[in-house]
Nanobody
């Protein structure tokens, strides 16, 4: 079973930066598209970004486009989310997830990490 472990969350001031990491064990890592999602209190879990298995394609939610970058290192079996120009509305628990297709729909992701909290202060 594919296992995902996120790290890198924390408390940051608005305008700051954070880099989230997601280490993946088991499974053929490059066979999976990797996505990041987030869930704020009282809200649905929403798509943030996705990267294809070999890293050639990326896609972002409008709310983060131009501010954040998703990347992956297949040799290290790790996917990253570099977050810059952070805003208070970015506060949420961030989850990475694996899918067998390059998709943005939450329902298409088979494997999920436990999440990491990101809090942006004003």
């Amino acid at each position: 079973q594919v296992q995902l472990v996120e790290s890198g969350g924390g408390l940051v001031q608005a305008g700051g930066s954070l880099r989230l990491s997601c280490a993946v064990s088991r499974g053929a890592f490059s066979d999976y598209a990797m996505g990041w999602f987030r869930q704020a209190p009282g809200k649905e879990r929403e798509f943030v970004a996705v990267i294809s298995g070999l890293g050639h394609s990326t896609y972002y939610a409008d709310s983060v486009k131009g501010r954040w970058t998703i990347s992956r290192d297949n040799a290290k079996r790790t996917v990253y989310l570099q977050m810059t120009s952070l805003k208070p509305e970015d506060t949420a628990v961030y989850y990475c997830a694996a899918a067998t297709r390059y998709v943005a729909r939450r329902e298409d992701y088979s494997y999920w990490g436990q999440g990491t909290q990101v809090t942006i202060s004003t």
